[in-house]
């Protein structure tokens, strides 16, 4: 697993599962040309993409950023039209870090899209029940209104399953909230209306979890936003705000689904300057 150090924080990503998504839905009305240069599909025009969260301690403390594909969420079909060739192996991943489900304190969920939300609950005796029952979990009240009454373009990634057994653990926020004095979520819409990121800082250095603002490395130009963002318009601002600020600080840039890139540092030129890339066999 690989690990970022922030100070006093610790980042770890965990192990949410692969799928494989169409690249032209990735990449919105970006030009299959142009894209596939900095991000390689396969024959079927789909490219690789993890599930991953990323587990941050302090001290005793531990939160997670989001919570993967889960396991028996989907159907056959499901899995087929998503590409996914793996579902998760988070309680694992946690399990060999010696941290148990229970001693999450705080999931901080970006929005609740399926891929992201899957995690938070699990099948148990044939029904569903809370993965992390003594964690807060955060998200902002915009996303929480719309996961629990979708609307027609909504419905198909909100579910049932991923909110009902967690309900009475939600906090939801306005605008921003301070998790602990390091950990900050800010609402930015865009990808959703309710949609969040998350700013690291712990002695002087500091990151950014843009959540799907960024999907990938790939979409490092503020234009190239994916085409299941039901707000590009205001995607594009919002990456463009918080990529500049995140240049300007010398901040990381996280990721959650980048198949190459767990985090990367840009220059004022657009430039990789620092890295962690993922390790494969």
């Given at each position: 697993?690989?690990?970022?150090?922030?100070?006093?924080?610790?980042?770890?990503?965990?192990?949410?599962?692969?799928?494989?998504?169409?690249?032209?839905?990735?990449?919105?009305?970006?030009p299959?040309?142009?894209?596939?240069?900095?991000?390689?599909?396969?024959?079927?025009?789909?490219?690789?993409?993890?599930?991953?969260?990323?587990?941050?301690?302090?001290?005793?403390?531990?939160?997670?950023?989001?919570?993967?594909?889960?396991v028996?969420?989907?159907?056959?079909?499901?899995?087929?039209?998503?590409?996914?060739?793996?579902?998760?192996?988070?309680?694992?991943?946690?399990?060999?870090?010696?941290?148990?489900?229970?001693?999450?304190?705080?999931?901080?969920m970006?929005?609740?899209?399926?891929?992201?939300?899957?995690?938070?609950?699990?099948?148990?005796?044939?029904?569903?029940?809370s993965?992390?029952?003594?964690?807060?979990?955060?998200?902002?009240?915009?996303?929480?209104?719309?996961?629990?009454?979708?609307?027609?373009?909504?419905?198909?990634?909100?579910?049932?399953?991923?909110?009902?057994?967690?309900?009475?653990?939600?906090?939801?926020?306005?605008?921003?909230?301070?998790?602990?004095?390091?950990?900050?979520?800010?609402?930015?819409?865009?990808?959703?209306?309710?949609?969040?990121?998350?700013?690291?800082?712990?002695?002087?250095?500091?990151?950014?979890?843009?959540?799907?603002?960024?999907g990938?490395?790939?979409?490092?130009?503020?234009?190239?936003?994916?085409?299941?963002?039901?707000?590009?318009?205001?995607?594009?601002?919002?990456?463009?705000?918080?990529?500049?600020?995140?240049?300007?600080?010398?901040?990381?840039l996280?990721?959650?689904?980048?198949?190459?890139?767990?985090a990367?540092?840009?220059?004022?030129?657009?430039?990789?300057?620092?890295?962690?890339?993922?390790?494969?066999?």
């Amino acid at each position: 697993m690989e690990t970022l150090s922030l100070g006093e924080l610790k980042l770890t990503w965990l192990d949410g599962g692969d799928n494989h998504l169409d690249g032209g839905a990735m990449f919105g009305v970006v030009p299959k040309a142009l894209w596939s240069k900095k991000y390689e599909g396969n024959e079927e025009n789909q490219i690789p993409l993890r599930t991953d969260p990323i587990l941050i301690q302090k001290e005793n403390k531990n939160f997670l950023i989001d919570t993967g594909l889960g396991v028996a969420k989907l159907t056959e079909k499901q899995k087929r039209n998503f590409g996914v060739t793996r579902e998760s192996n988070l309680i694992p991943a946690l399990k060999e870090l010696g941290v148990s489900p229970r001693n999450i304190d705080a999931v901080l969920m970006t929005h609740l899209h399926f891929d992201h939300a899957c995690g938070l609950t699990r099948v148990k005796e044939g029904r569903f029940v809370s993965t992390f029952q003594n964690a807060e979990i955060f998200v902002t009240k915009t996303e929480w209104d719309e996961m629990r009454s979708p609307n027609l373009r909504s419905r198909n990634t909100y579910w049932k399953q991923n909110w009902e057994a967690i309900s009475k653990q939600v906090v939801p926020f306005e605008e921003s909230v301070s998790i602990i004095s390091e950990i900050e979520m800010i609402k930015t819409g865009g990808h959703s209306d309710g949609h969040a990121i998350i700013r690291l800082e712990s002695d002087g250095h500091a990151a950014y979890h843009l959540g799907d603002l960024l999907g990938t490395h790939a979409h490092q130009n503020p234009l190239w936003v994916m085409a299941y963002d039901d707000y590009p318009v205001t995607s594009v601002l919002q990456k463009e705000r918080w990529l500049k600020k995140a240049i300007d600080e010398k901040a990381w840039l996280t990721f959650y689904h980048d198949y190459y890139y767990r985090a990367l540092k840009w220059n004022d030129k657009g430039v990789i300057i620092d890295s962690v890339k993922i390790q494969r066999d």
